[in-house]
């Protein structure tokens, strides 16, 4: 397939080489000798860049200049002129949402469409949690002891940020934004499949007058790189998104150095559909979750678990959703773009495979997508399977593909003890005109978010996080400040002592 986009000119618009260095204090820097990792673009599976595979010294260095700009400047500067500057950033990105999406596009896959989108949100969470960076505030308390009592947020320090593939200015903005907005400072590791919009926000975070150290990124192996960022004594406190086998990892290197952690882990979210839903608006949600990023999004609701009586109307209404949708590049703006790579391809047709084996039917798609402009990327076709049942692996493990499972039940009560029979719990959906059922449900659904009558409808403002195996802690909304600060208490003594 010859691509009718140039990938060297995606880097040069975004301002970046083809082999970029990390980003320390202020600066790409790399050692004199350095090993690099290959950057594929996963619609032609060939190589356009190769960033810098850092390891421990990398990550001490990154870590020593973020505690200094922490220290130095960071934390002691008030909070309005450290909101006011995350909020120069929110401009900033605004005025390169085309050459960052593009290269977002390129890097991840998505269509095009999806990326603008992605850096608008971007922008969002550094104007939201720029606007919240004086406001955080403490509490008094009357106390048996002490004349005044209250408390004062403070933050930790450095700030580690893992970062996965599948849309990585967001989910680095989510966790970046609130972290810089309380006083801390970062180093970020980015997912080695899609880590070059990272390296894009240092350049403009230093434009706008963030001083150096604030921010920083160290390239290269999850293994290595991210490993040795977990375990460093500076790093106070670990944000982390990803699979929940790397995710214990994590929170196990983290327990060596008794350092804080939030874990995003990811779903196996359900959607229920009652008799007296709005069919078309439960259709359109279910559809959206394999669109959306080929499916590759940790919210997205792969089991629709709907009433035997609205089952077919439901399951014909996804149909027609989900045929005949376009499959191309990122850059070309498709409807799905492809995987981003050949591994999670073959993750994704494998546990296809395995569900048709436990008995799952395939009524959409199943297989590799080929076809003129597709042939030598990871596209998977659209897929819908029925007849699943929750026992069946493709009902259990996350697929992270565009891979829908469509499961019957008889009443409320089965519909919940399915939707709650999974290792996760991160974000579920209900559609029925039942006001009563609706909050009754959302009472008893064991997940972190509960979305009614339309789906997604979660947003930078609103809270997000797991139950169960979905992770720990919370981000977005005002609650993340609470994962990004430390809780002091000051216990005074003012009146006079009298003997
Ligand atoms: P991982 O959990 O392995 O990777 C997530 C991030 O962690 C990447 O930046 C990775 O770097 C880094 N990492 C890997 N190993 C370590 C380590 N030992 N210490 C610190 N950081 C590390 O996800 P995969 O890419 O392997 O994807 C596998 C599955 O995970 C997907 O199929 C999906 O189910 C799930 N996933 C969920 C996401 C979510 O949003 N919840 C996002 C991504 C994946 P590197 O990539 O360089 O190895």
């Known amino acids: 397939m010859s691509a009718s986009y140039q990938p060297a000119e995606i880097l040069a618009d975004a301002g970046v080489s083809d082999s970029p ?18 950057v594929e673009d996963p619609a032609t599976g060939r190589v356009f860049a190769a960033v810098a595979a850092g390891g421990p010294d990398e990550v001490d260095f990154a870590a020593v200049a973020a505690h ?3 220290h130095n400047v960071w934390a002691p500067m008030p909070p309005a002129r450290r909101g006011a500057l995350l909020q120069l950033l929110a401009g900033r990105l605004l005025d390169e949402q085309e050459p960052i999406a593009r290269l977002e596009s390129l890097d991840t896959g998505k269509p095009l469409s999806q990326a603008r989108g992605d850096v608008a949100v971007a922008a969002r969470y550094f104007a939201y949690f720029g606007e919240a960076a004086d406001k955080l505030s403490g509490e ?18 450095v700030v580690a940020q893992i970062i996965p593939w599948n849309s990585p200015i967001t989910q680095l903005a989510r966790g970046v934004a609130p972290a810089l907005a309380a006083g801390n400072t970062v180093v970020v590791k980015p997912s080695e499949l899609a880590p ?81 839903a709005d069919v078309p608006a439960a259709a359109r949600a279910a559809a959206a979750a394999l669109i959306r990023n080929a499916g590759q999004s940790c919210s997205a ?80 076709e659209p897929t819908v399977l029925v007849d699943v049942t929750n026992d069946m692996t493709v009902a259990r493990q996350e697929i992270f593909g565009p891979v829908q499972s469509v499961l019957r039940f008889s009443d409320e009560e089965e519909a919940l003890a399915m939707a709650n029979d999974s290792a996760y719990g991160l974000s579920s959906a209900v559609f029925t005109r039942d006001f009563a059922r609706a909050h009754r449900l959302a009472r008893l659904l064991q997940s972190g978010q509960v979305h009614i009558n339309e789906y997604p409808l979660d ?10 195996e979905s992770g720990i802690g919370r981000e977005k909304g005002l609650q993340a400040l609470a994962g990004y600060t430390q809780l002091k208490t000051v216990l005074a003594r003012v009146a006079a002592a009298s003997d």
């Not at 204090?25 to 004199?32: A, F, I, K, L, T």
């Not at 002490?146 to 403070?154: K, P």
């Not at 390296?199 to 040795?228: F, K, M, Q």
């Not at 773009?337 to 994704?348: I, T, Y």
Request: aromatic content about 6%; some cysteine; hydrophobic content about 40%.
């Open 21 to 38: 260095s990390h980003w320390v204090d202020g600066r790409s820097w790399v050692p004199e000798k350095t090993s690099r990792v290959d």
């Open 68 to 70: 200094a700009a922490y």
């Open 140 to 157: 008094t308390f009357w106390a048996e002891r002490a004349d005044l009592s209250y408390t004062v947020r403070e933050p930790y320090g």
């Open 196 to 276: 070059i919009s990272p390296l894009v926000l240092g350049r403009l975070i230093r434009e706008v007058g963030i001083p150096d150290g604030v921010y920083n990124v160290i390239t290269g192996l999850g293994d290595i790189a991210g490993a040795a960022l977990t375990a460093h004594p500076l790093v106070r406190q670990i944000t982390f998104t990803g699979s929940v086998q790397t995710g214990k990892r994590v929170l196990a290197s983290s327990a060596e150095h008794l350092a804080h952690c939030t874990l995003e882990l990811g779903g196996k979210s359900p959607t229920l559909v009652f008799d007296d």
């Open 301 to 380: 609701t792969t089991r629709i678990l709907v009433h035997e009586s609205v089952h077919d109307q439901l399951l014909d209404a996804v149909i027609t959703r989900v045929s005949g949708l376009k499959l191309g590049p990122g850059l070309t703006d498709p409807d799905l773009g492809p995987l981003v790579s050949e591994r999670q391809l073959n993750r994704v047709l494998q546990l296809i495979g395995t569900a048709t084996a436990e008995g799952a039917r395939i009524v959409v798609g199943g297989g590799r997508a080929e076809g003129e402009g597709i042939v030598d990327g990871y596209f998977c």
């Open 459 to 468: 947003s930078v403002e609103t809270p997000f996080g797991g139950y169960k």
